[in-house]
């Protein structure tokens, strides 16, 4: 059975940091590119970064470029996004997502495979 667990969510003041983690199971996390997602109601659900099967490549949306990082622990099979300088326009629900790939991951949600539950991040003004 796949699982993606997300944790770490919350509610932090403008300007505050969260890191979100994403534990994988059942699946062969270093083969998979993940992806970082996060949508608000009335929204279509929206990338705003991923990392490549190794960990040494990476992408974020403009949006967020500058104050997210996304980094993984192939050995505990575990993704990461760190947030910084958050905004309350990045109210959300945040999605981890694997994507089956060795090439550069996807930036469309047709594209992974595997999704965690969300877990929301309250950024109060």
């Known amino acids: 059975q796949v699982q993606l667990v997300e944790s770490g969510g919350g509610l932090v003041q403008t300007g505050g940091s969260l890191r979100l983690s994403c534990a994988v199971s059942?699946?062969?996390?270093?083969?998979?590119?993940m992806g970082w997602f996060r949508q608000v109601p009335g929204k279509e659900r929206e990338i705003i970064g991923n990392i490549n099967y190794s960990g040494g490549s990476t992408w974020y949306a403009e949006s967020v470029k500058g104050r997210f990082a996304v980094f993984r622990d192939n050995a505990k099979n575990t993704v990461y996004l760190q947030m910084n300088s958050l905004k309350p326009e990045d109210t959300a629900v945040y999605y981890c997502?694997?994507?089956?790939?060795?090439?550069?991951?996807?930036?469309?949600?047709?594209?992974?495979?595997?999704w965690g539950q969300g877990i929301q991040v309250t950024v109060a003004s």
């Open positions: 997502a694997a994507d089956w790939t060795i090439r550069q991951p996807g930036r469309r949600t047709s594209e992974y495979e595997y």
């Open positions: 059942g699946i062969t996390f270093h083969n998979y590119a």
